[in-house]
């Protein structure tokens, strides 16, 4: 078993607590994992990327080859795009569809859609407005979490583990908040 | 027994504290920040009273972790690459005055510059130094190498030199503990001047350094960090430095026909070094960061035999990375895709509400009439200024350059000479440099911009927190020519008035722009909730 999965998104906006939750899954299903982070300068609003590698075997690399990944897993859809180069032929691109503007030469909403469903396979879902829906809005990175649960090999229950422990000392509310924006996710993805 | 995972950073921190560690000093920056972070949030390491504070600069670090090693106890002391520049004097020196209790100088290198002014290779400092180092290629070598480090340390009475880089620091992978190792005692070093540098007793300690060498050659040739896997294949060797050899095994497997030499500890194991030489038609170093070893083995009249980053079959600059390793193996390219050419590149920036952006608007319009190229800056967020829409700053050269270089531009006549620098950054380096400011009453505005924390690193606590105007005037700053100011927008108006006022003052003025970071802001809103 090898997932190579790269996370995207924009510094901030919560791909960190993604890679926790399904490294914990990983590491208690018994497997080996390697996650890079970006800390630093790039964290100030730039774009930023998590290489999560898990596997059964040992892991050599902390970064995933270029044409390797699995799985691509974005917060955000350009930043998802950026990352097309990893994904290997079979794999899959998992995006939020909102987007996230914070440079004066953003490309046009429409065309990068395209580009979006040009993507052999993709699964693309609004999880700002179904965090919202859910009445759990700062949730979104969850619900992307649901939506790329499918395509992990991982137990479901083991990614609802992994909130209980990331979240636990927050409180039951946020814990219940972050489950519910995670099943939404996944029935969104499922219903595409 | 259960998998802690750790970043390569925290595994050196969970390695020195199982390893007997009494105190961690450093200054925070990246990538080598999560060290003393680890050490300042682990229950053990509080339970024990373990020293982890931070220090004012990453020289106060290495001197305070000398004086720790006086006193017989183990110590860490972690500093970024470009950090060591700043503690090289004590560093250097180190290697004479030697260690008492085990010195581990833990220096994290920034290849392809993520968060760094450029990419200079620690290990070269090593080797100047005379100083054995180690590498680790992977987060549970971090791990164990402290044990191993402070037990060198402590044989040859000699700090070592743990060198990581960016993407060993920043990532995750389980690691195993091993059993811990209590504290040493207090005690004195049994030689009472060996920490006496007067030439004399200098030139012997020089001498034992010279004298351990070759046993220094023979640890690193007996080191279970470094490895020789035979191969079948001898058509080619390669010797694998660090995170290099990680990148040689993603793409050959186990099943690599060619002979590797995995080196994680230094100085070079000669035996290995000679079998691989003489064994293998061609030599393929991989190294990250400069190629240290490769112009070893080349030699100035360079050998046609080597391979690497000097002659084009690794990319001269940069860091290693699974597709450059391959190209370099010769193995075909594994297909990919295009990036859609829709995609832009999102540069960081200053954060939504970030204080020093109301400064930078500020200084803009008080600056106006003169143009750019006059406010000379430093390290930290504010750096960002330089960038649209701000166009705020023009130099951005070392920890507190910004001061210094105002004042040589002012003696030049230049006007107006402007430095702009944060409060960590300030204490830092910027002090010193203010000194030199007043002593020739150089015609300079000194902003010191304080927002309240060490922000770009993750929210430290800056030393100067609280003393900024104190030490200004007790550096001899004319108290009304040190102007605080807050960095709002309903307040630009006056600021550039105050900066305008103080820009036509001929002497040193320092105008202090005091918000919170908007994080820290954040928080605190938080938890008055």
């Known amino acids: 078993m090898k997932k190579d999965i790269i996370l995207a998104g924009v510094g901030g906006q919560g791909i960190l607590s993604i890679a926790a939750i399904i490294g914990y899954a990983a590491m208690e299903a018994g497997l080996n994992l390697k996650q890079a982070e970006v800390h630093g300068m790039s964290q100030r609003g730039g774009d930023v990327q998590s290489h999560l590698r898990i596997s059964d075997k040992e892991i050599f690399s902390d970064l995933i080859p270029q044409g390797g990944a699995d799985l691509i897993i974005s917060v955000e859809p350009m930043e998802a795009l950026r990352y097309v180069p990893y994904l290997n032929a079979d794999g899959w691109m998992i995006t939020n569809t909102t987007t996230f503007i914070n440079i004066p030469n953003y490309p046009a909403i429409d065309a990068l859609m395209q580009d979006v469903n040009a993507v052999a396979h993709k699964v693309a879902v609004n999880a700002d407005e179904i965090a919202k829906e859910v009445g759990s809005p700062r949730s979104m990175n969850m619900v992307i979490l649901g939506a790329a649960s499918s395509y992990l090999d991982i137990p479901y229950n083991m990614l609802e583990d992994g909130i209980k422990f990331q979240f636990g000392r927050k409180g039951e509310a946020i814990v219940q908040a972050n489950l519910k924006a995670m099943q939404a996710g996944r029935d969104a993805a499922k219903a595409i | ?529």
């Open chain 2, 1 to 529: 027994m259960k998998k802690l995972m750790l970043l390569g950073d925290e595994a050196v921190a969970q390695g020195v504290l199982d390893a007997g560690l009494s105190g961690a000093y450093g200054y925070p920056v990246t990538p080598s920040t999560e060290i003393v972070e680890y050490v300042q949030k682990d229950r053990e390491a509080i339970e024990r009273n373990v020293h982890r504070t931070w220090s004012a600069n990453e020289k106060t670090a290495m001197e305070e972790a000398l004086g720790m090693s006086y006193a017989g106890k183990r110590v860490i002391v972690t500093m970024k690459h470009v950090g060591l520049n700043v503690a090289a004097d004590a560093y250097v020196n180190s290697a004479l005055t030697g260690a008492n209790g085990g010195v581990i100088v833990a220096v994290a290198d920034d290849p392809s510059m993520h968060s760094s002014q450029n990419e200079q290779d620690s290990r070269f400092y090593a080797k100047f130094a005379l100083m054995p180092a180690m590498e680790p290629s992977n987060q549970q070598e971090a791990y164990e190498m402290p044990f191993k480090a402070y037990e060198l340390s402590e044989k040859y009475h000699l700090p070592v030199l743990m060198r990581i880089t960016t993407r060993l620091s920043h990532s995750r992978a389980g690691v195993v503990r091993h059993e811990i190792i209590p504290e040493n005692e207090m005690h004195q070093p049994e030689n009472k001047d060996q920490f006496m540098l007067l030439p004399a007793l200098a030139r012997r300690n020089y001498q034992r350094l010279l004298a351990v060498q070759e046993d220094l050659i023979k640890e690193s040739e007996n080191s279970p960090f470094n490895i020789y896997k035979e191969g079948t294949d001898k058509s080619l060797g390669i010797i694998a430095c660090g995170l290099g050899y990680n990148y040689i095994m993603e793409n050959c497997g186990e099943k690599c026909p060619y002979p590797i030499l995995k080196i994680s500890q230094y100085p070079l194991p000669r035996k290995q070094i000679e079998k691989i030489m003489n064994e293998c038609e061609k030599i393929l170093v991989v190294e990250e960061g400069m190629p240290l070893v490769e112009e070893m083995l080349n030699g100035f009249l360079g050998n046609s035999k080597i391979c690497g980053r000097l002659d084009g079959t690794l990319p001269r600059a940069g860091e290693l990375n699974p597709q450059n390793v391959r190209k370099a193996l010769n193995l075909p390219e594994m297909p990919t895709q295009k990036m859609p050419a829709t995609v832009v590149g999102r540069p960081p920036a200053l954060c939504n509400g970030c204080p020093h952006a109301d400064t930078f608007k500020a200084v803009n319009e008080a600056m106006k009439e003169y143009g750019r190229g006059h406010v000379f800056s430093d390290i930290g967020c504010y750096t960002l200024g330089y960038l649209s829409p701000y166009n705020a700053i023009d130099t951005c050269v070392d920890m507190g350059a910004s001061i210094s270089m105002a004042v040589g531009a002012a003696d030049a006549g230049y006007f107006p000479a402007l430095a702009a620098i944060g409060d960590s950054t300030f204490g830092h380096s910027g002090m010193t440099a203010l000194l030199d400011a007043v002593k020739c009453n150089a015609n300079v505005v000194i902003l010191i911009l304080d927002n309240d924390i060490t922000a770009m690193t993750g929210m430290q606590e800056s030393q100067v927190n609280g003393k900024i105007e104190d030490v200004c005037f007790g550096m001899g700053v004319p108290k009304e020519h040190i102007r605080v100011i807050t960095p709002l927008s309903k307040m630009w108006e006056e600021n550039v008035k105050i900066i305008k006022e103080e820009i036509a003052y001929n002497g040193v003025s320092v105008i202090i722009p005091r918000r919170p970071c908007i994080h820290v802001f954040n928080k605190r809103k938080g938890e008055q909730k």
